[in-house]
């Protein structure tokens, strides 16, 4: 039986040299890079791209991805450990090659795309050459694929896609959209859609608006309103089988999420950290604040809340890496998902109240961090659908109890061990001389 809480001394090594990579040259870049997935600005690739190469030469590029797609072959569990570093800063995916949801399109690719989409777009996606988007939300809401309106017919050997996507995050900056649209609209709603690769400058691919969200500041929202009119794309750049979207979608998914999850234990880890040395550093009536016990509990609250995220995590990558079949993580991967924005907006919350007006000031980043945790909350799905899958799952196989009240109920269950153990209770009792 192996059982432990503690990486091998190479990981461990390898952690250290991440660790200091990200703090001496990732933050910084941080405070001057406007948004790191926009490979035509010029600041960020000059910044950005010796990075990069850095991390190539140490061997830890796209280290999500398999040995065949050029990645290490990382177990699940040690890229936690390694996105756990990267959590804390905007750059640090980009840098690493590990960035949402350019991870997960690569996934769907590498699964389902033809060679000639691999060759045109997975490799130079791998590279960081290029980033993409996913287009799958629509305006009039999310949270139900099954009521997807957008469609996409085939025309001899063209896909024609109209209809409306909402928030295709970094569709600004992409080369390529995975669309999912209805393909059969009388199937089993399930069995309805079917995903799609469009390249970005498709005629009829048209930017309603490019929405920003509070907390992020840059200049041009990067969450788009996209609209699809008539575009044409060749029959081939369906991803998967005619009706599999929600297969497809899967496939990206569960990945996304918890590489997300394992992200958020750095960017908490991070608010927890300042948190306690402006406990120890600032004085009220001659004391430390640390030294007042309302503050010691938001110390405590904040570990217990971290290190629970950070253990379920861990598990779930375990898991993951266990089965190597995000089918048999569904639920686990929910309970990460639906646990995060909790976690976040607490410690993030209590590193404001201990800063004071200073944490609530655009000096620090906890107030983007506090919204950040509602981006969370929808992002890759409502925390609510989550709950909802997780309890459903948690529910299946268990039975009904026939009678009005339960079998585990005290007096029962007194009763079955008197009479099971009536001779013995008898025979003390004789002893004892006890009626
Ligand atoms: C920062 C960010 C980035 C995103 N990036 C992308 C992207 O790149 N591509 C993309 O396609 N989408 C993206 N999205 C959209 C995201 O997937 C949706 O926001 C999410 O699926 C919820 O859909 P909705 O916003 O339409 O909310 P709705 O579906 O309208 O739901 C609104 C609210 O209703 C409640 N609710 C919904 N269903 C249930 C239920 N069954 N039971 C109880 N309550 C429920 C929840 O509180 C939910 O938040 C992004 C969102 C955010 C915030």
């Given at each position: 039986m192996s059982w432990g809480f503690e990486s091998e001394?190479?990981?461990?090594?390898?952690?250290?040299?991440?660790?200091?990579?990200?703090?001496e040259e990732v933050e910084p870049v941080d405070q001057v890079?406007?948004?790191?997935?926009?490979?035509?600005?010029?600041?960020?690739?000059?910044l950005i791209r010796p990075l990069q190469q850095q991390v190539r030469e140490r061997g830890?590029?796209?280290?999500?991805?398999?040995?065949?797609?050029?990645?290490?072959?990382y177990g699940q569990l040690r890229l936690a450990l390694l996105n756990e570093k990267l959590g804390r800063t905007h750059s640090g995916p980009v840098v690493f090659g590990c960035q949402a949801p350019d991870s997960g399109n690569a996934e769907i690719l590498a699964h389902y795309g033809t060679d000639h989409l691999k060759k045109t777009y997975l490799e130079p996606l791998i590279e960081g050459d290029i980033v993409?988007?996913?287009?799958?939300?629509?305006?009039?809401?999310?949270?139900?694929?099954?009521?997807?309106?957008?469609?996409?017919?085939?025309?001899?050997?063209?896909?024609?896609?109209?209809?409306?996507?909402?928030?295709?995050?970094?569709?600004?900056f992409a080369e390529f959209l995975i669309v999912m649209a209805v393909t059969d609209p009388d199937a089993e709603r399930h069995r309805s859609m079917?995903?799609?690769?469009?390249?970005?400058?498709?005629?009829?691919?048209?930017?309603?608006?490019?929405?920003?969200?509070?907390?992020?500041?840059?200049?041009?929202?990067t969450h788009q309103y996209l609209r699809y009119t008539d575009v044409r794309i060749p029959a081939d750049h369906i991803l998967g089988e005619r009706g599999e979207a929600f297969a497809v979608a899967q496939t990206r998914l569960g990945g996304g999420r918890i590489h997300h999850a394992m992200r958020t234990v750095g960017l908490v880890s991070a608010a927890f950290e300042m948190m306690k040395r402006r406990a120890v550093s600032r004085t009220t009536k001659g004391r430390r604040l640390a030294d007042t016990q309302l503050v010691q509990e938001m110390i405590a609250d904040s570990w217990i809340q971290l290190e629970q995220f950070r253990l379920l995590v861990l598990r779930t990558a375990w898991r993951i890496d266990q089965y190597d079949d995000y089918r048999r993580v569904r639920a686990d991967i929910s309970a990460v998902k639906a646990a995060m924005p909790k976690v976040?907006?607490?410690?993030?919350?209590?590193?404001?109240?201990?800063?004071?007006?200073?944490?609530?000031?655009?000096?620090?980043?906890?107030?983007?961090?506090?919204?950040?945790?509602?981006?969370?909350?929808?992002?890759?799905?409502?925390?609510?659908?989550?709950?909802?899958?997780?309890?459903?799952?948690?529910?299946?196989?268990?039975?009904?109890?026939?009678?009005?009240?339960?079998?585990?109920?005290?007096?029962?269950?007194?009763?079955?061990?008197?009479?099971?153990?009536?001779?013995?209770?008898?025979a003390v009792a004789d002893e004892e001389g006890t009626p």
């Open positions: 001394p190479e990981v461990a090594r390898e952690l250290e040299w991440v660790e200091e990579f990200v703090r890079v406007e948004h790191a997935w926009n490979p035509r600005d010029p600041v960020r690739n000059a830890l590029w796209a280290a999500h991805l398999r040995p065949e797609l050029g990645g290490q072959g993409s988007s996913f287009s799958m939300t629509e305006p009039h809401g999310g949270s139900d694929p099954t009521g997807f309106r957008t469609t996409a017919v085939l025309d001899g050997d063209e896909w024609v896609i109209n209809g409306e996507k909402w928030f295709s995050s970094h569709a600004l079917s995903m799609f690769v469009v390249p970005a400058d498709t005629p009829g691919v048209e930017r309603v608006r490019d929405v920003s969200v509070w907390g992020h500041d840059e200049p041009v929202g976040l907006a607490d410690v993030a919350g209590r590193a404001i109240q201990i800063h004071g007006s200073l944490g609530i000031s655009k000096e620090l980043p906890f107030g983007k961090w506090v919204l950040e945790s509602f981006h969370m909350g929808l992002a890759d799905g409502a925390t609510e659908v989550h709950k909802i899958n997780l309890a459903q799952a948690l529910l299946r196989g268990t039975e009904p109890d026939d009678g009005l009240f339960p079998p585990y109920l005290l007096p029962t269950l007194r009763a079955e061990s008197r009479e099971r153990y009536a001779e013995v209770l008898a």
